[in-house]
């Protein structure tokens, strides 16, 4: 077991390591991100990662150094999933990789989580931001499905929802790999029964989720890595020339999280 100061102090290497080109003169990014302050804050989700969900990587390699797009399945009723993901490739990647997650609007409203989101990297989901990242080599983390992913009940677990256009029209336009990731066992920390829209809307989100249990369980979390995935048309092509794509990458996804269903010996281990 990893303690917080240790996952701190190797936290602080692979951040200091890596190249962060748009800082200004008080260590921000355009978007509030402060590479300095980022191992003080997700050391604790380092914590999780490692000890309490126990994270284990199935093809790793298969993971570029970058910049990448990186496209998951979208799980759970929290989005632990993307926490889960960022700190696989920022603590087990031999060359550690940041990633800018895209977030949904709402959240940056949420109090203190906002700033806390933005301090460490993670960015509102426009086509804007990405748009800017991608133009300075950063590294994505996109969910196709959005929010219709984590608001399922436990009955749809692990039902890849439908994908937009808008993240493969950005990596056509900017050439970049997408690498396919499914997350397997997040559906299991955050069982739901379900959603109370109203009650979602009062707090000012899509939904309210029932869960079933008031902390997440610590099923054990698997990562599968599918190769790099390119494609060549242009960003501005037709729906009906983009859309196979798009297919191509939702199923592919479908597929690595059959497998991850497939092989896990168990939901706790």
């Not at 256009?165 to 336009?173: E, K, P, S, T, W």
Request: glycine share 8%; net charge negative.
């Amino acid at each position: 077991m990893k303690s917080v100061r240790s996952l701190r102090r190797i936290l602080r290497e692979r951040v200091t390591s890596l190249h962060q080109p748009d800082l200004n003169e008080f260590g921000h990014d355009p978007f509030g991100f402060e590479p300095s302050y980022l191992p003080d804050a997700a050391c604790y989700l380092a914590f999780l990662y490692k000890n309490y969900f126990r994270a284990t990587n199935h093809g790793l390699e298969n993971v570029p150094d970058g910049p990448v797009m990186v496209v998951s399945n979208h799980t759970g009723q929290v989005p632990v999933d993307a926490g889960m993901i960022f700190m696989s490739l920022l603590l087990d990647k031999p060359n550690p990789l940041l990633l800018r997650a895209m977030v949904d609007h709402f959240v940056g409203g949420i109090p203190f989580v906002g700033n806390l989101l933005d301090r460490c990297g993670q960015v509102a989901g426009t086509p804007e931001n990405a748009d800017y990242l991608l133009s300075h080599g950063q590294s994505l983390l996109i969910f196709p499905e959005g929010t219709r992913g984590i608001n399922k009940p436990f009955s749809q677990a692990y039902e890849v929802q439908e994908f937009g256009q808008g993240f493969l029209r950005l990596a056509l336009a900017h050439n970049i790999p997408i690498v396919p990731v499914a997350v397997v066992g997040c559906e299991e920390m955050l069982p739901s029964a379900g959603n109370i829209k109203w009650l979602g809307r009062l707090f000012g989100l899509p939904q309210m989720p029932m869960l079933m249990t008031p902390v997440p369980l610590p099923a054990r979390l698997h990562l599968h890595w599918g190769e790099p995935m390119h494609f060549d048309a242009r960003p501005d092509d037709d729906d009906e020339i983009v859309q196979p794509m798009v297919e191509s990458v939702r199923e592919r996804i479908i597929q690595l999280v059959e497998r991850g269903l497939a092989t896990r010996s168990g939901i706790f281990n």
